[in-house]
């Protein structure tokens, strides 16, 4: 497993910012999670002491805190409107404005509570606590960042080896980084505590779903045998396999219970088995669960 550590500056926790997205990454970004603004050079001897530093202090908060790193050789404007007068300079964002800062090198105690302060300044307990760091890894994952989800899921897992959220996290970033295999034998790896909480039920789900996927035939394909023969049940099994492989989750819903309608017992009821797959792997809320299960149990108590 890959540690928080080792994630590259160019991720989503660090990112190097400039005059055209600095009011997105900063300003726009601070009104949910605080972000550090380190002011450098290449040319500066403390910048390249701190940087580091500061970078491993925020990548150690597992997520409740960003940085961005802003040039100011090529943004000259943005260090003049801030009164950045020398270099290192940092900053910190909170809900759109600056709440705290320093200049020069700092030793990495002093780094730590900085960083730290900062996140209690936003509401946050020192390192963000497990739960928030797994729901900022869960918004990286839905972002379509898996690499540094799995990072930060692997990190909390350091911290909480049982951690059905995070272990769950872990082998949806396998999957989504198409390493159905790792996937498989993290899931398989699970500590059997956790082996049946609803968090690893559903990345079962998916991983199922996906492995089913990398079988599935073209859409088109498909959709002519089914347009020949809308009564080619196994066609028609196949179209809604390969149409949820490329995220048409509602039309693969659509056909299997068009399936269900025509022959419910068909190849041992593999239909409804489908769409529980399905419902099992997307979350309780999301609307095509709960439009799919009101059509289901319309056809079954009819």
């Known amino acids: 497993m890959m540690e928080l550590g080792t994630a590259p500056a160019g991720n989503?926790?660090?990112k190097d910012v400039s005059e055209a997205d600095f009011?997105?990454?900063v300003v726009e970004l601070s009104q949910t999670v605080p972000v550090i603004v380190d002011f450098w050079a290449p040319w500066c001897g403390p910048c390249r002491q701190l940087g580091p530093a500061l970078e491993a202090a925020v990548k150690d908060a597992r997520?409740?805190?960003r940085m961005a790193k802003v040039n100011v050789d090529e943004n000259q404007m943005i260090a003049g409107q801030l009164r950045v007068q020398s270099i290192p300079t940092v900053y910190a964002f909170w809900q759109g404005q600056p709440v705290d800062g320093f200049q020069g090198a700092l030793p990495g105690s002093q780094i730590k509570a900085f960083v730290d302060g900062v996140i209690e300044k936003s509401g946050g307990a020192a390192g963000g606590g497990l739960e928030d760091a797994v729901?900022?890894?869960d918004a990286m994952l839905e972002d379509g960042a898996a690499v540094d989800a799995a990072q930060v899921y692997s990190a909390i897992l350091g911290e909480d080896p049982k951690h059905a959220?995070?272990?769950a996290g872990l082998v949806r970033a396998h999957i989504a980084m198409n390493d159905l295999d790792q996937a498989e034998a993290i899931l398989n790896g699970a500590p059997?505590?956790?082996s049946t909480a609803p968090e690893l039920e559903a990345a079962h789900a998916q991983l199922v779903l996906a492995q089913k996927a990398a079988n599935a035939g073209p859409v088109a394909d498909l959709q002519a045998k089914v347009d020949a023969d809308p009564n080619d049940h196994q066609a028609r099994f196949d179209l809604a396999q390969a149409l949820y492989a490329k995220g048409e989750g509602e039309a693969a819903i659509d056909h299997l219970l068009d399936l269900f309608r025509r022959d419910r017992e068909w190849n041992d009821g593999a239909a409804k088995a489908e769409l529980f797959t399905i419902f099992e792997?997307?979350?309780p809320n999301d609307p095509l669960v709960l439009n799919?299960?009101?059509?289901?149990?319309s056809m079954i108590f009819a």
């Open 281 to 283: 792997a997307l979350k």
């Open 63 to 65: 997520g409740a805190v």
């Open 165 to 167: 959220g995070a272990y």
């Open 12 to 14: 989503d926790l660090i």
């Open 292 to 297: 799919g299960r009101r059509k289901l149990s």
């Open 192 to 194: 059997a505590e956790i």
């Open 135 to 137: 729901a900022e890894a």
């Open 23 to 25: 009011m997105a990454e």
